[in-house]
DNA sequence: TGTACATCAGTGAACGCGCGTTCACTGATGTAC
DNA sequence: TGTACATCAGTGAACGCGCGTTCACTGATGTAC
């Protein structure tokens, strides 16, 4: 049943949109490929036809993940009032909406130990995609702050992503809401 | 080959220390229960005299794993001049000895997502031990700090964190330790 | 444009492997008298 | 205190199961003339 070139773009992204959500949701060593190529609508035997390894498949949907999260991120803040923008990424980042939506949030939040122990090239590119994520975050930065901006930046991206996966470890909503509600207070009491 | 309950309470905590490094050397699901109990000098087959399931060693894991490291570092922070004690431990915390010793450093660096998929009783009990690893911060803060001591010790405790996972995620220490040293700067510039 | 053939996306069965768990067995330890 | 028996920590083989990966097969798509 060999399909058209176009069509097989089409199913190599829905598998890669699969994965990423699967992935988010359940842990790497957690999804198989059977589980994965479900969710994508397939059989699982199809899955070599579009990737050589699981690894592949890791990479591509952590690649994916990472940049579409910080996309929408950074579209979402860039339409807020002047002086606003921060302040509204921070309180998206850490609000009760994306600590419960594990599979469309962010990516490191979601499999950050796991990604620890990923080979090289995958570890090298979420690198590149958290940098990226703190370059947004230091362009949002306002005037008042001169000095080592890239070091807020970062400080601020680890304090979101600590959070958010502190506040996901809670075994309740009313345990995780002050987690978030603390961090972002004082983030933004510092830095917008 | 019997033991005497002395030494079947002995092996019991070897087994449970041995797990502890395991876990956050490799992960919670790449660990089996053979390279646990091989790490504690035996076979697989006695590990179900001590334990019920797998489930069961990691709970404990956990739990000693958190407490442990909470208590080194509190032993360590309160051996500092005062005034310095909260510098000392966000300095040990973030230290390239900590990036690079996943198997004896922070279970919530090392497992962090992976503790979000187990069961609520883990989950439970990972959170009671991150709230008194926060009561620690808490208490080390300096007395210009009056309002919201806790949110505080929240935020802190999420940056660490954070912090500490991407610096592990960076696929070099020369990546890695930018980070680390961006969010010491700056935890001590607010709050030390 | 039409025809003949090669290509290959997707299916579903099968592969070896390592997992968590169980079990019969051993022999030193604990207990009862 | 000594003896006989029950207990149980640890071993190593075995269990079923699901994993990542491979493969023969199908039939629509792409290509060559």
Same mark, same amino acid.
């Given at each position: 049943v060999r399909k058209s070139r176009q069509e097989t773009t089409v199913t190599r992204a829905r598998i890669v949109t699969a994965a990423a959500a699967q992935f988010r949701e359940h842990g790497i060593a957690a999804t198989g490929l059977a589980d994965l190529m479900g969710a994508a609508g397939?059989?699982? +035997? +199809?899955f070599y036809k579009h990737f050589a390894s699981k690894e592949d498949v890791v990479r591509e949907a952590a690649q994916f993940a990472l940049a579409e999260r910080r996309h929408a991120f950074e579209v979402y803040a860039r339409a807020q009032p002047p002086g606003e923008e921060l302040e509204a990424l921070v309180t998206a980042y850490l609000s009760m909406d994306h600590c419960l939506n594990r599979s469309g949030g962010c990516l490191m939040a979601a499999l950050g130990s796991e990604i620890v122990r990923a080979p090289d090239t995958t570890k090298a590119l979420a690198m590149e995609q958290f940098l990226a994520f703190v370059a947004l975050i230091e362009d949002l930065? +306002?005037?008042?702050?001169?000095?080592?901006r890239h070091g807020i930046a970062v400080t601020i991206a680890s304090t979101l992503i600590g959070a958010l996966t502190m506040a996901r470890i809670a075994p309740a909503p009313d345990l995780a809401e002050p987690i978030l509600a603390g961090a972002r207070t004082h983030v933004l009491a510092n830095w917008a």
């Open positions: 397939m059989t699982h +035997g +199809g930065l +306002g005037p008042r702050h001169q000095v080592d």
